[in-house]
């Protein structure tokens, strides 16, 4: 045996070897990095590695044959360790291996670097990331109105949304939803600036003016890379020529995109237009969408009322019936408590079945449903049914996306959860309760710093969300940092969140009597809708009794927290407490084992 690997080493079969298998490893190195630029399928990189595999046994086979020399490869012959030729050969061989060997090592450590920056990029970083790649993007700016007509704003929206909702169905081409977009109405950046932040390659922008009968609309599609303007038009036509008006500025986007529509998969056409083509209708439609989007308790009463003289002027508005339903369910689930947020259940329930009824492949109807299984009946497997439905019927819908995260986060399975939050991110990268869920969901998993990055990024989204500050209070709490709890607590504006991260701030805190009061406080003024995070309190206090009752309470109420309870780094301290398990059965959760085990 020694006389073998004497001999395979005389004849540079192992430096051959060790040649061709680094140069192989460098090859590969470079087929990893650099092919997925110029979109080259993954199945050429399978196999360079199967060439450079069956290329090794006939490259040693050749090396016993022959050898490397100053004049090209000779036949091998026998010589002696003082062979000063055959020595230097050796040696640049030595030496070349090296030289590749650092070369593979330096693209590997570049590759790593790479995906270390990305892992670490902030969201506005990552979408421009997104604009370089070969797939066409697009956001659409809101349309602006005239400063004569600020009440036409609403009718701005709304045109801006259906050309959102239409691009949306194209094969090919990510549109950003509208809360990334609408972040940059009568925005002063460029198109370029605009371009980078939401991460797409292309922008559409325009302004809109009704007068009586009739209705202008200017638009144009720019390259965010350099705003060159690829398409723009300007049309004039009778108000009753809106929908064809607005078919028509979608095709021509689609147009210059090169983009198809596409409905297979189960896919249908989405649209926020009465069938009925009634256009009272439609306006009022309209306008409940800009005020259920404020998300404030007086707004939601009226987007209310505008859905209902909506559904007057067409019973058949499935639409209306859809947008009616999400707006009972966040008054009840947000402003109301006992009877009154029963009654509001209750004709949120009606509303979302009558929209299915209507139109059983509406995607909204679905989501719409699902969310009041999901907080009325606790029926998870059905809410998450509704929100896969949906998914089918719109394969691009952020609010299925996120209503489908937010169920995985609801069954205890956080990292699903995060999986489809970057989904949504995708398409809407300026969604600040896609980061608030996403941190309550890395809390759940112990990875504290990257949840308060998550919970920083709402904020910076969402300054005046109340609730992302009791997020940040919970990681402060967790952390023991009692002061830094309370500071983040006090910047939440006044009201139920505020007084709730209060509560939980002072519970860490060396004042009892100020603790004592803080959840006296929370009690007396929101114990109708605030049940589940007074369960909290109790829980941070280490009351079991008490957080029992509360979480009963809490179910009684159809409280919305308790989607968050297998999240909850307070709650989940008494998994082990047969109380929880009662409950989890309760509100047809599951029990995760692993909460048991600890």
């Not at 058949?316 to 006992?338: E, I, K, M, P, V």
């Not at 699903?416 to 998993?445: K, M, N, T, W």
């Not at 109708?528 to 829980?539: D, K, L, P, T």
């Amino acid at each position: 045996m020694k006389g073998v690997f004497a001999e395979l080493k005389r004849r540079n079969v192992l430096r051959a070897a060790a040649l061709y298998a680094a140069a192989a490893w460098l090859l590969v190195q470079i087929a990893t990095q650099v092919f997925p630029f110029f979109d080259i399928p993954n199945w050429t990189v399978r196999w360079v590695v199967i060439a450079a595999l069956v290329g090794l046994p006939f490259v040693s086979v050749f090396s016993w044959f022959y050898e490397l020399t100053p004049e090209g490869f000779k036949r091998e012959v026998a010589s002696d360790a003082t062979n000063v030729p055959a020595r230097r050969s050796s040696r640049r061989t030595d030496r070349l291996i090296i030289a590749i060997l650092g070369l593979a090592v330096v693209l590997l450590l570049a590759g790593q670097i790479i995906e270390i920056r990305d892992a670490h990029t902030e969201p506005g970083d990552s979408a421009a990331a997104q604009s370089s790649s070969a797939a066409p993007s697009i956001a659409v700016i809101p349309l602006s109105v005239d400063a004569a007509t600020p009440d036409q704003q609403y009718f701005s929206d709304g045109l801006t949304e259906d050309l959102i909702t239409t691009l949306s169905q194209f094969e090919g081409l990510r549109v950003i939803s509208r809360t990334s977009s609408f972040r940059f109405r009568e925005s002063k950046d460029d198109m370029q600036t605009i371009g980078r932040a939401l991460g797409v390659t292309h922008l559409l922008e325009g302004n809109v003016r009704r007068e009586g009968d009739e209705v202008r609309i200017s638009a144009a599609l720019v390259k965010a890379d350099d705003g060159t303007t690829l398409w723009s038009e300007r049309y004039d036509r009778p108000y009753k020529d809106l929908f064809k008006l607005q078919d028509e500025i979608a095709g021509a986007v689609a147009g210059a995109l090169q983009a198809k529509l596409f409905f297979g998969s189960g896919a249908v056409p989405q649209s926020d237009r009465p069938p009925s083509g009634n256009l009272d209708a439609y306006q009022n439609m309209l306008q409940a969408k800009f005020y259920r989007m404020r998300g404030n308790e007086e707004d939601m009463r009226k987007a209310i009322e505008f859905y209902n003289t909506a559904v007057r002027f067409d019973p058949r508005y499935a639409r209306a019936h859809a947008g009616l339903a999400f707006a009972w369910t966040t008054l009840a689930g947000n402003f109301l408590s006992g009877e009154a947020a029963q009654l509001a259940y209750t004709a949120g329930r009606d509303a979302a079945a009558t929209a299915l009824t209507l139109d059983p492949n509406m995607s909204a109807a679905h989501v719409a449903q699902g969310r009041l299984l999901e907080i009325t009946d606790f029926d998870r497997a059905g809410a998450e049914a509704e929100y896969r439905r949906a998914l089918q019927l719109a394969p691009n819908d952020a609010e299925a996306h996120y209503a489908l995260a937010g169920m995985f986060a609801t069954l205890g399975q956080p990292k699903a959860a995060i999986d489809e939050l970057q989904r949504v991110i995708a398409v809407d990268p300026f969604r600040g309760s896609a980061y608030d869920r996403q941190s309550r969901c890395l809390i759940a998993l112990n990875r504290l710093d990257e949840a308060e990055t998550a919970s920083l990024k709402a904020i910076e989204m969402q300054p005046t969300n109340g609730y992302f500050r009791v997020q940040l209070t919970m990681i402060e709490v967790l952390r023991g940092d009692a002061q830094a709890a309370l500071t983040v607590a006090q910047q939440a504006p006044e009201g139920t969140w505020r007084d709730t991260a209060t509560a939980f701030a002072r519970q860490i805190g060396s004042d009892r009597a100020a603790a004592d009061a803080a959840l006296q406080s929370l009690i007396e003024k929101r114990e109708g809708n605030a049940a589940f995070q007074i369960a909290e309190v109790f829980a941070l206090r280490k009351e079991p009794d008490r957080v029992f009752e509360w979480l009963e309470r809490a179910r009684a109420n159809r409280d919305p927290g308790i989607t968050v309870l297998l999240s909850d780094p307070f709650l989940r301290a008494y998994a082990n407490d047969p109380r929880f398990a009662a409950f989890c059965a309760k509100v047809s959760l599951p029990l995760p084992e692993a909460l048991v085990r600890k």
